[in-house]
Nanobody, 123 residues
Framework: QLQLVESGGGLVQPGGSLRLSCAAS????????IGWFRQAPGKEREGVSC????????SYADSVKGRFTISRDNAKNTVYLQMNSLKPEDTAVYYC????????????????WGQGTQVTVSS
C-alpha cells in the first residue's frame, strides 16, 4: 500500500531552520516526482518545491527560492525539504505528494498525498 508520511515540523523563531522529511512506503521512490506543498489557515494549498527522484532535478516556487532546498535519498526512500531563513509567512501545514511525469508544483497534478506536518514560525 502506497503511503507518504511527513515529519520534522515544529515551532521555530523567524530566521530559524527546519528540515522536513517525506518517507515513502509501499513503492520505490526512484521513478517519481515528489512535491512539497503548504496550506496556511484560510488559504489555498500552494506548491513549494518538487524533485524528480530519478535524476535529482528540482523546481521551486519564487517565494522560497534561495531559502528552501529539496533533496532525496533513494536508498532511504525519503525526500527532504531543508527550510532556512524562515519567515512568519511560511507558517502552514506542509504536505508531500506524488506524481508521475514531469516536474510540477501544481497541486491538481498530484495523485497521492501525505497527512501533513505543522510548521509554525513565530517569536
Amino acid at each position: 500500500q502506497l503511503q507518504l508520511v511527513e515529519s520534522g515540523g515544529g515551532l521555530v523563531q523567524p530566521g530559524g531552520s527546519l528540515r522536513l522529511s517525506c518517507a515513502a512506503s509501499g513503492f520505490t521512490l526512484r521513478y517519481y516526482v515528489i512535491g512539497w506543498f503548504r496550506q496556511a489557515p484560510g488559504k489555498e494549498r500552494e506548491g513549494v518545491s518538487c524533485i524528480k527522484t530519478s535524476d535529482g532535478s528540482t523546481s521551486y516556487a519564487d517565494s522560497v527560492k534561495g531559502r528552501f532546498t529539496i533533496s532525496r535519498d533513494n536508498a532511504k526512500n525519503t525526500v527532504y525539504l531543508q527550510m532556512n531563513s524562515l519567515k512568519p509567512e511560511d507558517t502552514a501545514v506542509y504536505y508531500c505528494a506524488l506524481r508521475y511525469g514531469a516536474l510540477s508544483i501544481r497541486r491538481d497534478e498530484y495523485d497521492d498525498w501525505g497527512q501533513g506536518t505543522q510548521v509554525t514560525v513565530s517569536s
